[in-house]
Nanobody
Framework: QVQLVESGGGLVQPGGSLRLSCAAS????????LGWYRQAPGKQRELVAT???????DYADSVKGRFTISRDNAKNTVYLQMNGLKPEDTAVYYCNAGWSSHNWWGQGTQVTVSS
């Protein structure tokens, strides 16, 4: 069983930055595929970024060049550095971890981009 706890959300002005963190319990962190998703009010949850066990990354077109996903296996933590934030980035951001047929979600952290 893996438990995920996100932190780092908040209110930021357009053009600002935030760094989200997701701490994972358990001893299998280094073999997990990890990702960040987001869900805005009235919209479906969408993929933001992923990082594989070997560190390969992928991003939604809407965040390429602005967001960076990274992982620290020694700290059992995955990060999402968000720069150049826009109002349309406002959403609840969720951390996801997967291994084999198993999939786990965090509780989410709110990010609001507004002046």
């Amino acid at each position: 069983q893996v438990q995920l706890v996100e932190s780092g959300g908040g209110l930021v002005q357009p053009g600002g930055s935030l760094r989200l963190s997701c701490a994972a319990s358990g001893s299998i962190f280094k073999i997990l595929a990890l990702g960040w998703y987001r869900q805005a009010p009235g919209k479906q949850r969408e993929l933001v970024a992923t990082i594989t066990q070997s560190g390969s990354t992928d991003y939604a077109d809407s965040v390429k060049g602005r967001f960076t996903i990274s992982r620290d296996n020694a700290k059992n933590t995955v990060y999402l550095q968000m720069n150049g934030l826009k109002p349309e980035d406002t959403a609840v951001y969720y951390c996801n971890a997967g291994w084999s047929s198993h999939n786990w979600w965090g509780q989410g952290t709110q990010v609001t981009v507004s002046s």
